[in-house]
């Protein structure tokens, strides 16, 4: 597709269900980014993908969640035992690449994830 | 720790009106900073992107400007329109050490509101 794609667009399940959340990138994008939008918090950083490493994973709230990107290409972000205050947003971005001057993020439009 | 902060929260504007966003920023160490617009439901849109080095930007009736130095940018809209409503978001983006990667701070963002 031509923009960044996510699945499910909404999600609701029950306090501790595992979750799993898919972004397709832009085709060629090297770069991945996961963030979260909640209410209060706004949005926040979970963790970048540069291929299929993942450099900066600072933004991933505990070890309930973790994140993979497999062949360069689709991420799958992966929420286990969930709690209502997973509740939010989740937002994913690519890039051609992430150094140079003009880094434009494209977002998809996002995953609502709703914890009962 | 990087903080973003924009001023107002919301605005309501009638249409055909100058405006002004707000955005401030802690760490005056950025390597860019960004402008978004986002509407209900969807992801975000890059409005404009400004380089560190770099004093303004402007796309149409939209010119961002940056003060690195004081940690400041505006937004400025000319003569608004019904179809400018959107939430806009301010997000800078930082060094990590040697290398820069793509994670952006954003702020709260401006809930904008031009009627008819």
């Known amino acids: 597709g031509a923009g960044v794609s996510q699945s499910p667009s909404n999600k609701v399940t029950e306090k501790g269900k595992d979750v799993e959340l898919r972004c397709d990138p832009i085709?060629?994008?090297?770069?991945l980014y996961w963030y979260r939008q909640s209410l209060g918090q706004g949005l926040e950083f979970l963790i970048y993908?540069?291929?299929?490493?993942?450099?900066?994973k600072s933004g991933l709230p505990s070890d309930r969640f973790s994140a993979e990107r497999t062949g360069g290409s689709v991420s799958t972000l992966t929420i286990q035992r969930t709690q209502q205050e997973d509740s939010a947003v989740y937002l994913c971005?690519?890039?051609?690449?992430?150094?140079?001057?003009?880094?434009?993020?494209?977002f998809g439009a996002g995953t609502r994830l709703s914890v009962l | 720790k990087q903080e973003v902060t924009q001023i107002p929260a919301a605005l309501s504007v009638p249409e055909g009106e100058n405006l002004v966003l707000n955005c401030s920023f802690t760490?005056?160490?950025?390597?860019?900073l960004q402008w978004f617009r986002q509407d209900p439901g969807k992801g975000l849109t890059s409005l404009l992107l400004?380089?560190?080095?770099?004093r303004e930007q402007t796309s149409g009736r939209l010119n961002a400007s940056l003060d690195k130095s004081s940690g400041r940018s505006t937004l400025y809209i000319a003569a608004s329109q019904p179809g400018d409503s959107a939430t806009y978001l301010c997000?800078?983006?930082?060094?990590?050490?040697?290398?820069?990667?793509?994670?952006?701070?954003f702020g709260q963002g401006t809930i904008l509101t031009v009627h008819p």
């Open positions: 997000a800078v983006r930082g060094y990590a050490g040697g290398t820069s990667y793509g994670k952006l701070t």
């Open positions: 085709s060629g994008h090297t770069a």
């Open positions: 400004i380089q560190s080095s770099q």
């Open positions: 971005a690519s890039s051609f690449r992430d150094s140079g001057a003009k880094n434009i993020q494209y």
């Open positions: 993908f540069q291929g299929n490493s993942a450099p900066d």
């Open positions: 760490d005056s160490a950025i390597y860019n």
